[in-house]
């Protein structure tokens, strides 16, 4: 994919020690705009591609500023030297960074010299994936339910394009650390943490697998951001936190605290 | 926690040995009337009343022992006659030397004996001269009470059968301690009789330095295991707590009983020690205020170290303080300190440098309201038509004549004999001269309080009324006078809109560096602070923050009302270095480059970064690898003095509706950790009102 100066993005938020979202002392990027709708999700605000207005504890804001290619990149370089110096760098999250991939590439390519990690959906267009990923570091990659019909019924979408990304991952020769979100009753069912752990089973590329267990506090934001909360599962059932389908298999997993 | 350590913390924190106090301190100016003692024999004779007074304390579980029962110290003088002991001269706070910090190295590796020793030599040599022989006859009589209160808790001990106890109490404070916990129980009854003696704010200095000796001792014998170190050592922290609410201070917690470990040696060595990593594991283990930990730190410390650092801030103890050695060795250095004292220096109470045993600095005269500064030029400077460049003038023109009253107001401070503190100076037996009247370095320290927010409302006048016109001047000096009346939408403008400190933001962070700079520039021309010091500018804010904003009657500087970054008259302003309260910074590493900006070679007498971080940060199982590399970050960066705190507000809100509910949470308030209950109601609020922003 070429990249143009001129690319202009939309941010939802820059988060500077993001300690949640990959090696290091990290600056994470949270593009703004996502095509599934997870019933789960906890950054509401990102889902839009467009500015919004959002209430919080402080007053009504706007959230989402657009930035140029080269404005961002030069905001991120100017913090480059303690994101190296400290074994970080930059995360690209969202929202779903990949619908604006042409944007995420430019800003890579004005970075000087730091780490860069993707952390994505899957949700993206093959050349779209292909080109962001062949110029990053490391990816995080969301794997949600192998079901596809569960899958449109708690994301809004099939997931064909997340396991064929999945599959090009395999062949792109960067690490990558695949993520599960824990939903209690929707994705950690025995099923699919099975039927996961059988398609990471010897995955070429794959650091481990990182179970992340659903936050109750999610709910906040979306009385912020003006937009009903309907989960369609019940938060107050505990999370299956079971690794076993994976360490049967030898696949490296750990369960995010 | 042995089971043992657990009921003894259990037990100071619910106060059970305060029934052992009784109800009031000795009469003595009667006494010392009829003795006709001087100021000098007075002080003295306190501290043996203060010594005789106490009733001896030995709980079945104590290794370490002295319980203070003695539960306030009386004046020397009656009211009117302790005014006049000032008259010509001021008081210094409550008059008793304060905030400095003993030598306690050199006065272990001698003994109160050999204390004494020194004192004897030095009188025979001083015989004619009648002030040098009142000094040292009355730091001699100091020194016995001490001596004495400890052979009446020996004897004790013994009669208890507490055998170990009173083996321990027949060497020390007495002579050299042989090993670790002769170390530690000599540095109880030491330190404790400072307090007993009206001193307060009685630092701990750089224990790891001075006590690795007799740990090393023990540990090379087989005398002692590391763990057994590491529970004596839990036990006198927890001595340390016994007497928080004795102590006086501007809230109950600040006491400055603060520690400081790492660095490098007198030599320039790395200084960091198997005690120092022992200190941080056993203060996590306490977990209680005191004492209250400081690390030195540079871009080369060991990770590992800042790891086990950052498990304290992980409990939420608001400590330890960084200081980074790479910033204030040299900038001490540029103050006229020697390099081998450079390199020894300590913390005062909060964060003031210091040296021990030779430092009779007084490093907290008082503060430069930057706010009241800056709000005089904006409503002056507009009112008169005068452009930015006048504005700013005025603002320096403020600092300056602030800054020398200040100054001036403290010319004549008349600090009161202290016979016992000094013998635990480096130099005064020796040199047969009082504590009061100097030690090596006598300068001044003074702060340039609250600076966000007055760095703030500068650039917001530079960008909204100069450069963009977009607020007309009379509009803005309107608004101020009736503190936003009718005009929230100026005020969301300015505060949400504006340039802001803390988002390595060139305007706000020029007006910044701007204001310290007219404060160093202020300073540097005392060529002398009337004790033949100079005077060091400081960018710490302690109470200011609540005291500019409110008022208070040890103030010389107006309340500041409505200021032009879009606060409201009354709120709070920003501690030590930290972006004004509700504003939103772009986060850690954004503040730590805005305060790499300050010239720290100028601005060296201390005042850390506060940082919020969030609790969740903590949840993330690196975390503690990456607060430490944060750490790091902030020496890289050439950055000075730092605070990290984590709490969660919801905790906070609950412990205000609910205080039954959390007694023993403790909060970092300003250079110093208390517990959360413990504090007014307008110090709650504003650590409530930090937290709202945590990263």
């Known amino acids: ?257 | 926690m042995t089971p043992r350590l657990q009921s003894m913390r259990d037990s100071v924190r619910s106060k059970e040995h305060a029934r052992f106090r009784q109800e009031k301190p000795p009469a003595v100016v009667e006494d010392f009337d009829a003795a006709g003692l001087s100021w000098m024999q007075r002080n003295a004779r306190l501290t043996r009343r203060m010594c005789e007074a106490e009733n001896v304390v030995i709980q079945p579980e104590e290794r370490i022992v002295f319980t203070r029962t003695v539960p306030s110290v009386p004046l020397v003088y009656d009211g009117e006659e302790w005014a006049a002991c000032f008259d010509g001269g001021k008081a210094h706070e409550l008059g008793p030397i304060s905030n400095i910090c003993a030598d306690w190295g050199y006065v272990l590796s001698q003994g109160l004996n050999g204390r004494k020793r020194a004192a004897e030599t030095a009188r025979a040599q001083a015989a004619d001269d009648p002030a040098a022989v009142e000094f040292l006859d009355s730091a001699m009589e100091a020194i016995d009470a001490v001596l004495a209160l400890a052979e009446r808790y020996a004897t004790e001990a013994r009669r208890l059968g507490h055998d170990d106890v009173a083996d321990v109490l027949e060497r020390v404070p007495a002579e050299p301690p042989s090993g670790f916990r002769e170390a530690l129980q000599a540095l109880r009854f030491l330190h404790a009789s400072v307090w007993m003696s009206g001193h307060y704010h009685v630092g701990l200095g750089r224990f790891d330095q001075y006590m690795i000796p007799y740990l090393h001792a023990d540990l090379a014998s087989g005398k002692l295991t590391v763990d057994d170190a590491e529970e004596l050592l839990a036990e006198f922290f927890i001595s340390l707590n016994k007497d928080s609410d004795l102590y006086p201070g501007v809230q109950q917690g600040d006491n400055g009983q603060s520690l400081m470990l790492g660095g490098v040696t007198r030599e320039g060595q790395d200084a960091v020690n198997e005690l120092t990593w022992m200190v941080l594991r056993a203060a996590a283990k306490v977990n209680m205020i005191d004492p209250k930990i400081n690390l030195r730190v540079t871009s080369e410390t060991d990770l590992e170290l800042l790891e086990l650092a950052a498990q304290l801030t992980k409990r939420g103890l608001g400590f330890p303080q960084y200081s980074n050695d790479d910033v204030v060795i040299p900038g001490l250095l540029q103050h006229g300190y020697a390099l081998e004292d450079a390199r020894d220096y300590t913390v005062a109470a909060c964060w003031e440098y210091i040296i021990p045993g030779k430092g009779m600095d007084i490093v907290n005269i008082g503060a430069v309201s930057f706010p009241a500064a800056v709000s005089e030029a904006i409503l002056g400077g507009l009112a008169a038509g005068s452009g930015f460049q006048g504005i700013l003038e005025r603002t320096r023109e403020n600092i300056t004549s602030q800054a020398a009253n200040a100054v001036n107001h403290c010319r004549n401070i008349i600090l009161p004999p202290a016979p016992y503190y000094s013998a635990l100076m480096t130099e005064c037996l020796e040199g047969g001269v009082d504590l009061s009247a100097g030690l090596v370095y006598n300068n001044y320290g003074i702060h340039g309080a609250c600076s966000a927010n007055a760095a703030d409302a500068l650039a917001a006048v530079k960008q909204f009324v100069f450069d963009e016109e977009r607020v007309e001047a009379s509009e803005l000096v309107n608004a101020l006078i009736t503190n936003y009346e009718g005009r929230e939408d100026l005020r969301l403008l300015l505060q949400k809109d504006g340039p802001k400190v803390g988002n390595n933001d060139e305007q706000a962070d020029a007006m910044l560096t701007e204001l310290f700079a007219a404060l160093a520039d202020a300073c540097e021309t005392f060529e002398d602070n009337g004790r033949g010091g100079i005077v060091r500018p400081g960018t710490g804010s302690a109470m200011y923050y609540v005291w500019l904003a409110r008022g208070h009657e040890d103030m010389r500087e107006p309340v500041v009302g409505a200021t032009a970054d879009g606060r409201r008259q009354g709120e709070f302003f920003s501690s030590s270095l930290a972006p004004s309260p509700g504003t939103r910074s772009r986060g850690p590493l954004s503040i730590l480059q805005t305060y790499s900006k300050l010239d720290y070679q100028r601005i060296c007498n201390g005042g850390p970064i506060t940082l919020e971080l969030s609790d969740a940060v903590f949840r993330d199982e690196e975390a503690i690898h990456k607060v430490a590399m944060l750490v790091r970050a902030f020496a890289q960066l050439g950055c000075q003095q730092l605070q990290l705190n984590t709490l969660s507000v919801e905790t906070l809100h609950d412990a205000k509706q609910h205080p039954e509910n959390h007694q023993n949470l403790i909060v970092r308030v300003w250079g110093w950790s208390g517990y959360f209950c413990e504090l007014g109601p307008e110090y709650q609020d504003h650590v409530i009102a930090r937290h709202m922003h945590t990263f």
């Open chain 1, 1 to 257: 994919m070429r990249s143009y100066g001129m690319e202009s993005g939309v941010v939802f938020d820059i988060k500077e020690f993001a300690v949640h979202d990959g090696p290091g002392i990290r600056t994470t990027v949270f593009l703004k705009g996502c095509p599934l709708r997870c019933t789960w999700c906890h950054n509401p605000e990102g889902i839009s591609p467009l500015p919004e207005p959002m209430r919080t504890a402080t007053g009504e804001r706007t959230v989402g500023e657009t930035f140029t290619a080269e404005e961002l990149a030069d905001r991120l370089n100017s913090q480059a030297d303690i994101l190296r110096a400290n074994e970080g760098g930059v995360t690209f999250s969202g929202g779903e960074p990949l619908m604006q991939a042409a944007f995420v590439s430019a800003v890579i390519d004005r970075l000087t010299d730091v780490h860069v990690l993707l952390d994505t959906s899957g949700h993206a267009s093959e050349r779209d994936f292909r080109a962001v990923v062949s110029k990053v570091d490391l990816v995080h990659f969301d794997l949600k339910l192998m079901d596809a019909g569960q899958h449109q019924r708690f994301t809004g979408q099939p997931n064909d394009l997340v396991l064929t990304n999945l599959s090009v991952l395999e062949t792109l020769g960067i690490p990558y650390v695949v993520r599960v979100p824990l939903v209690p009753g929707v994705t950690d069912t025995i099923e699919n943490m099975c039927a996961i752990a059988e398609r990471l089973d010897g995955s070429p590329g794959l650091i481990r697998v990182e179970l992340l267990p659903y936050n109750r506090a999610a709910g906040g934001k979306y009385e912020a951001s003006q937009r009903p909360f309907e989960p369609g599962f019940d938060e107050r059932i505990a999370v299956r936190r079971d690794t076993r389908p994976f360490d049967a298999l030898g696949v490296p997993v750990r369960v995010a605290s």
